[in-house]
């Protein structure tokens, strides 16, 4: 009988293309919004931005400042934290870090975390908003629930939740877990043309030719003879 022997690679998935004119498009509507009075609008559409360019400056100094008028310590705290982080040595940096002061003294006995996370490279999202690598220190609202994720390539991905009391203070250090590649997987089916075959856990195609079809990420190969 002939072997079968496959190995699969493991592919990037790289995102549709970021196109400047969307997130113009956005800004240009979220300040309008804000010109208008339409606060909670405004936010949701920079938040929107922050999705598509996590690194967008512009639309995070706009957050902190729609944060500090709407009275919002907790966002004004951590929005402005991530600015400083985003934008170090900004024509903004003090009035930034006047604000961030002015809301974690409005929180009365906030909650504190200090995050580091080995690689420094690792990134790093609260709440699913992009707040940096490798490491930061954060006011939060008190009984208020979090979500942290860090992610980095060639790295198992890690969350975890947390919600802290007023006063509260956690220190979380950790290192991201190495994934361990094979190069090659011998698989000898039989029925040769009755396999579901699986990957990542997700039912890809029901013998291997429908699996490269399927997810292009499975490579036969068929040794001679």
């Known amino acids: 009988m002939a072997r079968i022997v496959f190995s ?28 208008s009075g339409r606060l909670k609008k405004g936010n949701s559409l920079y938040l929107q931005v922050m999705e598509i360019d996590p690194e967008n400056i512009d639309a995070m100094y706009s957050l902190v400042q729609i944060a500090h008028a709407t009275k919002n310590h907790a966002d004004t705290a951590l929005y402005g934290t991530v600015f400083l982080k985003l934008a170090p040595g900004d024509v903004e940096e003090e009035d930034i870090k006047a604000k961030i002061a002015a809301a974690e003294a409005e929180m009365k006995n906030p909650a504190r975390l200090t995050l580091k996370v080995y690689p420094a490279e690792t990134r790093l999202t609260l709440n699913g908003l992009y707040v940096g690598n490798g490491e930061f220190d954060l006011a939060l609202g008190a009984n208020q629930s979090y979500s942290l994720e860090g992610t ?27 994934i361990i590649y094979f190069g090659e997987l011998i698989v000898r089916p039989i029925p040769s043309k009755a396999i579901d075959v699986y990957v990542d856990a997700k039912k890809v195609g029901r013998d291997l030719s429908e699996a490269i079809v399927a997810q292009n990420q499975v490579l036969l190969k068929t040794p001679p003879g």
Do not use: C
């Open 8 to 35: 699969f690679t493991v592919l990037m998935l790289i995102a549709s293309p970021v196109y400047s004119q969307d997130v113009d498009e956005l800004m240009n509507q979220a300040m309008k919004n804000v010109n």
């Open 152 to 178: 980095l390539a060639d790295h198992v991905p890690w969350k975890t939740s947390l919600k802290l009391g007023s006063g509260g203070e956690k220190k979380i250090s950790h290192r991201m877990e190495k």
